[in-house]
């Protein structure tokens, strides 16, 4: 399933493809996709005639911006975008197409059908099913250590669990999460209110680092991801710890282990990581190994040092411009 990392690659993709241009028309072959309104001529009459003005992102869901009204999308495990010319064959599990004016087309493509649409009003988006609980956003300023450290240390559940939870931090699945328990030296099944401050400011870097090199590296493809126009992202090969049992830890060398925490399968290191805490903090005695530091680099920062980097590449005035999008994976 798309993490955050790959749905702010779409984000970012499809602002460069589809900003600026007109919807003329929508089909809609597969009512299942659509959520919101009910009814499915509802859903394409409303949207014709409207402009995109910006493509945004909450969580794991896109927020396709236009003049007077809002699309939800949210892809699930295999829904995709691809900007076509109308004259082109309409691919095999196309379920959606919506009909731009200049002659190209928007189309979402969805083998398993999970996907889903919702249709609103500007700013009502937000009061509604599915964006109304969702939790911290990781890559915007209001994500600080202060912040993050209300979100989750009162929590009793295990920690691996309280980070998957989209109503706590939103974006955050079942490999990044692993990365980010890594990086910080926590183990999955620490209990969320038994973590110290300087614990939870380390998963706070660790879940900055880890998502912010996972977005410049365009996402991971994981199974069958792939960005807005079908071009694997990179981060696979950057991940430490998931997918890695058996294999020597990056740190340590110690096996990694795999187990199963709240249902999902679990990657982590016995050392590094070790059930009663402590795995980096325990080792700032001097005993410390160049390699077993955690990776975020930066001292006590108050504030989110990251999200200005993202906050100039929000809108479609960012440095991510249609040419430069292109290259970036795009199927024309
Ligand atoms: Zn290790």
Do not use: W
Not at 57 to 63: I, S, T
Not at 186 to 196: D, K, R, Y
Not at 206 to 228: F, M
């Amino acid at each position: 399933m798309p993490e955050l990392p790959e749905v702010e690659t779409v984000r970012r993709t499809l602002t460069g493809l589809i900003v600026g241009k007109t919807i003329q028309s929508v089909t809609v072959s597969l009512p299942r996709i659509i959520q919101r309104p009910d009814d499915i001529r509802r859903f394409e009459t409303e949207l014709a005639g409207h402009q995109i003005l910006e493509v945004g992102r909450r969580g794991k869901f896109l927020r396709i911006m236009m003049d007077g009204i809002v699309l939800v999308s949210h892809l699930r495990m295999e829904g995709r975008y691809g900007l076509y010319n109308s004259s082109e064959p309409v691919e095999k599990h196309t379920h959606v197409i919506f009909h731009f004016t200049d002659g190209t087309e928007l189309r979402y493509k969805d083998v398993r059908q999970f996907g889903t649409m919702h249709l609103f009003l500007p700013g009502e988006e937000f009061n509604h099913k599915p964006l109304v609980k969702l939790g911290l956003e990781p890559l915007d300023e209001s994500f600080t250590p202060d912040a993050f450290r209300k979100a989750i240390a009162k929590r009793t559940t295990k920690i691996k669990p309280a980070l998957l939870n989209q109503e706590y931090v939103v974006g955050l699945g079942n490999i990044y999460v692993d990365e980010a328990l890594f990086r910080a030296g926590i183990h999955p099944e620490h209990p969320a209110n038994t973590l110290s401050n300087a614990e939870l400011d380390l998963l706070y870097e660790a879940i900055l680092t880890t998502l912010t090199e996972a977005v410049d590296a365009g996402g991971s493809s994981i199974k069958s991801y792939v960005n807005g126009q079908g071009e694997m992202g990179m981060f696979q090969h950057s991940l430490r710890i998931y997918g890695r049992q058996g294999e020597p830890c990056q740190n340590c060398g110690q096996p990694v282990e795999k187990t199963v925490v709240g249902g999902r399968g679990t990657h982590f290191c016995p050392n590094c990581q070790p059930p009663g805490g402590r795995g980096r903090l325990g080792k700032s005695d001097g005993s410390e190994k160049p390699g077993t530091k955690p990776s975020a680099k930066s001292g006590k920062k108050p504030g989110n040092p990251i999200a200005k980097k993202f906050a100039g590449k929000q809108g479609p005035e960012g440095p991510v411009s249609s040419t430069e999008s292109t290259g970036n994976g795009v199927r024309r």
